[in-house]
């Protein structure tokens, strides 16, 4: 069983920066595509970015040129780094990963970290 711990959120003011990390308990290379999703209250959680083992990145457009994914096979990290945060950024952020391998693929979620952005 892979388990994925996040840390890194916190409070900030809108326009500040914070940069989540997710570790993970085997070796990221072993995992195929990584991503960061968010759920805000209320809310349906949401995809924020994606990096794959070939460090091909895609982004939400509300996320675009300000969070950028980032992973360190070894260090077994995936990273956001966020900037110019704003209030909608408000949410818990999540690590998720996917292990391809004989069989059905392996989904793993973290237990998420929050991040509160004030205005």
């Given at each position: 069983q892979v388990q994925l711990v996040e840390s890194g959120g916190g409070l900030v003011q809108a326009g500040g920066s914070l940069r989540l990390s997710c570790v993970a308990s085997i070796?990221?290379?072993n995992l195929n595509?990584?991503?960061w999703y968010r759920q805000a209250p209320g809310k349906q959680r949401e995809l924020v970015a994606r990096i794959?083992?070939?460090?091909t990145?895609?982004?939400?457009?509300?996320?675009?040129?300000?969070?950028?994914i980032s992973r360190d096979n070894g260090?077994?990290?995936l990273y956001l780094?966020?900037?110019?945060l704003k209030p909608d950024d408000t949410?818990?952020?999540?690590?998720f990963a996917v292990q391809l391998r004989a069989?059905?693929?392996?989904?793993?979620?973290?237990?998420?970290?929050?991040?509160t952005v004030s205005s």
């Open positions: 070796a990221t290379s595509a990584m991503s794959t083992s070939q460090l990145t895609t982004y939400d457009d509300s996320v675009k040129d300000r969070f950028t260090r077994n990290t780094q966020m900037n110019n949410a818990t952020y999540y690590c069989g059905p693929p392996i989904n793993y979620w973290g237990q998420g970290t929050q991040v």
